[in-house]
């Protein structure tokens, strides 16, 4: 570890424990659903999050089990709000479902030619 006091930063991050899930024909599920709390809010929509986050030189990720931020210490408040409004206010819009679907398809057929994804299965 390397102290850096001229850049303070703080780090934020929430772990879920929870049993895991069986998602059966519909793997993948679960982390859809992570990425899918980034696509806006009751409050905020995506691209009115993302500006946010951008304009404090934040980054606020969600996972299937967590989710994270991280920011400058004088901006720390308002991290703490847009991973709060996140959290607890997603709208999980269909249109993030949809772009989501799309490139996991894709990703899953660009894997098919790949035989570094292939021997790992």
Not at 26 to 32: A, P
Not at 85 to 99: A, H, M, R, S
Not at 104 to 109: D, M, N, S, Y
């Amino acid at each position: 570890m390397v102290e850096n006091n001229k850049l303070p930063r703080v780090t934020f991050s929430l772990v879920l424990d929870r049993d895991p899930l069986l998602e059966g024909d519909k793997s993948g599920m679960v982390g859809m659903v992570g990425e899918m709390m980034m696509g806006g809010t009751k409050n905020r929509t995506k691209d009115q999050l993302d500006e946010e986050i951008d304009f404090i030189g934040a980054s606020i990720s969600a996972g299937s089990t967590s989710i994270f931020a991280s920011s400058l210490k004088k901006h720390q408040d308002k991290a703490l709000e847009l991973l709060t409004d996140v959290l607890y206010n997603p709208i999980f819009p269909e249109e993030e479902l949809d772009k989501l679907k799309k490139q996991a398809i894709t990703g899953l057929a660009a894997a098919k030619d790949d035989p570094n994804a292939i021997s790992g299965v």
